[in-house]
């Protein structure tokens, strides 16, 4: 397994921006695909966005599609996901999670997780 740490989560006013971060404690983090999970009160855990190992591929949510950004920087082993145009929708505690091969939008698939940073977007 992987160990992972998130960190940037915070308050923000909708329609502004803010970056989530990360970390992967790995040799090996190149070999995971990587993907970002939301979670708001009372309802499930959903995909948000998902990178290959490679950083070539990525995939969105239609919801955040053109607003959020994921990336990652395999040097640093971290992987980032770059909020803009934030909707009070989109106020959640944000999990990062790793597995081994192609990217899925299962969380099941996903075998490592973060402990979560809690992004609030208010009015």
């Known amino acids: 397994q992987v160990q992972l740490v998130e960190s940037g989560g915070g308050l923000v006013q909708a329609g502004g921006s803010l970056s989530l971060s990360c970390a992967a404690s790995v040799r090996t983090f190149r070999s995971y695909a990587m993907a970002w999970f939301r979670q708001a009160p009372g309802k499930e855990r959903e995909f948000v966005a998902a990178i290959t190992w490679t950083g070539v591929g990525t995939s969105y949510a239609d919801s955040v599609k053109g607003r959020f950004t994921i990336s990652r920087d395999n040097a640093k082993n971290t992987v980032y996901l770059r909020m803009n145009s934030l909707k009070l929708e989109d106020t959640a505690v944000y999990y990062c999670?790793?597995?081994?091969?192609?990217?899925?939008?299962?969380?099941?698939?996903?075998?490592?997780w973060g402990q979560g940073t809690e992004v609030t977007v208010s009015s």
């Open positions: 999670a790793a597995r081994l091969g192609a990217p899925t939008v299962a969380a099941p698939a996903y075998d490592s």
